[in-house]
């Protein structure tokens, strides 16, 4: 991929890396980032894939992937990772691998594993300055396994294990993990967040990224339509709401130095994200639940002002 | 003893559909077993369930591999080799199929000597609740073939349901939707015999090497082989007379199946557009319409 930036979807790279016939969701929002993932990434690369719905891509003898894929258990993603770079490092010093061959090394995983299972052996990867690429894939929950709540669901969700009840009206009550933040404090050479809705975005990321040696992470937020309850065909418009309210911000560290990439010029109030969705219908009927509709727009509203993006 | 097995793909509610049943015969003093079996895999891919229905104790456990029922609430997955809902249905079993063709046709469609009983309650649940959400008609449908009374059939509806749903409206509508299955299918009488069907399931695996054996996979992107098409309810239809060829479409398909033709303008590739309708959704110009899938049509049709 050359370095020149790309200015609209038309200059997004032809070449398809993931084939169809997967078993995904219609308009998994997940599958959708990681079809634009593999076409910044190419062809040379091995993905190091935790347990989750994406390990069901790849169903014996099926494989959507025109790479190499490797499946690793939840918590240990980054660790295979660390295999597989030491393997092909290995082999091209003692002259086994051309390095015109050699592949870049990609981890790929959802919340559970980035938030919660895998976060130590994610934590030693980049203090250990792997050389590779992470991929979460961020649903807000235990996707694969009957969405059970994880360290990224939001304050307010229904999950399989946080379902609104008389005790708690609410559904979930903690906060979602800053899972950025807690990256970001190791400095790694690249950070960055990035959106389906946000493909050009995502794609440029991946070029600046490119230039550093050293873990480049990437979290992609994704609609989930059986998950959070919503039709296939508003996997997109969902995606570019939660942008577009502020409660997903697209931004890129480097070295620690964060910079937001896209700003909306007017928020738009939380609430058009949170109704369009079943796992967040309990906050609307019966009653409208102020409190906790109040405390979600705080949340990002707070966000921005620290930032100095809203006055 | 009275086997059903449900065939339907994720989200069509074939689980529900089974313990809909289950419940209904036992509030009508029957002993009941259900349950489902997932296979690894999400939304729109095969999922099977079973429900026992009997007078006397239930002692068998585990899949029924050799029922007496078999509903297929899913059309294509008749010629589907993951599923294969026919295997094992017993000589003078009877077939249930949702689709709009005759029990005729369908016999002749998909080679069936059994007696087939059809309905389309995709298009019911459209029309009556408004979403192809499915797993009441089944259940209605299988309660009458069964032989369970409507008032035992509603009464399980309520229960099973109001733990789903949460709005009253939508409970409403779906019993009634179900209540119009259980009336539109004619009662018959079903008469197995004990004899099974040869096999034809069943294969023996050779021992082979760890080389041959072991589950790498060394073809790349050969998915498209397994042609998620027929998942589809509505299928994304282009009209080149309004396309601007912007693109869109082509960037937003999560599955990455639109392609350009000669002229410049996108198509979808039908054996693996999953229907998601993002392409329809996004287009600035709506250009693509949704139209309801039959799944009738032919491959040649399709290009
Ligand atoms: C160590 C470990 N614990 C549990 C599991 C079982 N398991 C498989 S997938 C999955 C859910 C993964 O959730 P997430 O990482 O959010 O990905 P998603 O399913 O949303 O794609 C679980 C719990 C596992 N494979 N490994
Ligand atoms: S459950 Fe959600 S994240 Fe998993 S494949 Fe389906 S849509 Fe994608
Ligand atoms: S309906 Fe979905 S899968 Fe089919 S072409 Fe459109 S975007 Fe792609
Ligand atoms: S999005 Fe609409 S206008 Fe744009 S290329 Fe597709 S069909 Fe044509």
């Known amino acids: ?83 597989v770079r030491d393997a092909l490092d290995i082999l091209i010093k003692k002259g086994k691998l051309d ?24 934590s030693g990867a980049i203090y250990r300055n792997l050389d590779f690429y992470y991929i979460c894939y961020d649903n807000e929950a235990y996707g694969n396994t009957g969405f059970q709540h994880s360290g990224a669901s939001p304050f307010g969700s229904r999950t399989g294990t946080t379902p609104p009840g008389e005790k708690v009206p609410v559904g979930s009550q903690l906060q979602k993990k800053n899972l950025f933040d807690i990256w970001n404090s190791h400095k790694p050479p690249y950070l960055a ?66 910079e937001h990439t896209f700003v909306p010029k007017k928020f738009k109030p939380v609430e058009d994200y949170l109704k369009k969705q079943e796992r967040f219908s309990h906050l609307f009927k019966p009653e409208r639940q102020e409190e906790a509709l109040k405390s979600i727009q705080e949340m990002v509203d707070d966000y921005w002002r620290k930032n100095k993006l809203l006055p | ?42 939304r729109g891919a ?44 017993k000589k003078g079993g009877v077939v249930f199929v949702n689709t709009p063709l005759t029990p005729l046709e369908t016999k002749e469609e998909y080679g069936i000597e059994d007696h087939v009983i059809t309905l389309d309650i995709t298009k019911i649940s459209l ?10 008609l089944a259940a209605a449908v299988a309660a009458k073939v069964a032989g369970i009374g409507e008032k035992a059939l509603r009464d399980a509806l309520e229960k099973e349901l109001s733990g789903i749903i949460s709005e009253r409206e939508l409970l409403d509508r779906n019993t009634e939707a179900a209540i119009y299955c259980y009336n539109a299918v004619v009662p018959i009488s079903i008469e197995t ?17 760890a080389l041959v054996s072991s589950p790498s996979i060394l073809s790349k992107g050969n998915t498209p082989l397994r042609r998620t098409g027929n998942w589809r309810i509505f299928r994304p239809v282009w009209d080149y007379d309004a396309c601007t060829k912007c693109m869109t479409c082509v960037a937003r398909c999560p599955e990455g199946c639109i392609q350009l ?24 110009v709506g250009a693509i319409s949704k139209v309801r899938e039959s799944h009738s049509q032919t491959e040649e049709e399709d290009q």
Not at chain 1, 17 to 40: D, E, F, H, I, V
Not at chain 1, 218 to 243: M, R, T
Not at chain 2, 127 to 136: C, F, H, R
């Open chain 1, 1 to 83: 991929m050359d370095s020149e930036n790309i200015r609209s979807i038309k200059e997004l790279p032809s070449e398809e890396n993931m084939q169809p016939g997967t078993a995904a969701c219609a308009g998994c929002g997940g599958l959708l980032t990681l079809r634009y993932c593999l076409k910044a990434l190419g062809e040379n690369i091995v993905i190091v894939n935790a347990a989750g719905c994406f390990t069901l891509l790849t169903i014996y003898p099926f494989s959507p992937f025109r790479n190499s894929w490797l499946y690793t258990a939840m918590a240990c993603a980054p660790a295979g990772a660390q295999g």
């Open chain 1, 99 to 122: 390095p015109e061959e050699n592949l870049k090394v990609v981890v790929l995983a959802g919340d559970g594993s980035a938030y919660d299972m895998a976060l130590s052996s994610t």
């Open chain 1, 193 to 258: 967040t990035v959106s389906p809705a946000y493909p050009v975005d995502l794609m440029n990321k991946f070029k600046k990224a490119e230039q550093f040696k050293g873990p480049k992470l990437f979290i992609s937020h994704i609609p989930c339509p059986p998950g959070w309850g919503f039709d296939p065909s508003q996997s997109v418009k969902l995606a570019k709401l939660s942008v577009e309210t502020g409660l997903w911000p697209l931004k890129e560290s480097i070295h620690g130095e964060v």
């Open chain 2, 1 to 42: 003893m009275l086997r059903l097995r449900f065939h339907g793909r994720g989200g069509q509610g074939a689980k529900v559909a089974s313990r809909v049943l289950g419940s209904a015969a036992f509030l009508d003093g029957y002993n009941a077993q259900d349950f489902p079996l997932y296979g690894a895999e999400r």
């Open chain 2, 46 to 89: 095969p999922i099977t369930a079973f429900t026992r229905i009997s007078r006397d104790d239930i002692l068998e456990r585990g899949l029924v591999s050799q029922p007496d029922v078999v509903v297929v609430m899913d059309e294509t997955l008749l010629s589907d080799p993951q599923s294969t809902p026919l295997s094992g249905l």
């Open chain 2, 127 to 136: 029309d009556m609740i408004g979403k192809p959400v499915l797993s009441s």
């Open chain 2, 193 to 209: 015999t004990e004899k099974f069907r040869e096999k034809e399931n069943v294969i023996s695996i050779p021992f082979e090497t």
């Open chain 2, 261 to 284: 033709n000669e002229d410049g303008y996108p198509y979808t590739d039908y054996a693996n557009c999953k229907g998601c309708l993002i392409c329809a959704e996004e287009c600035p």
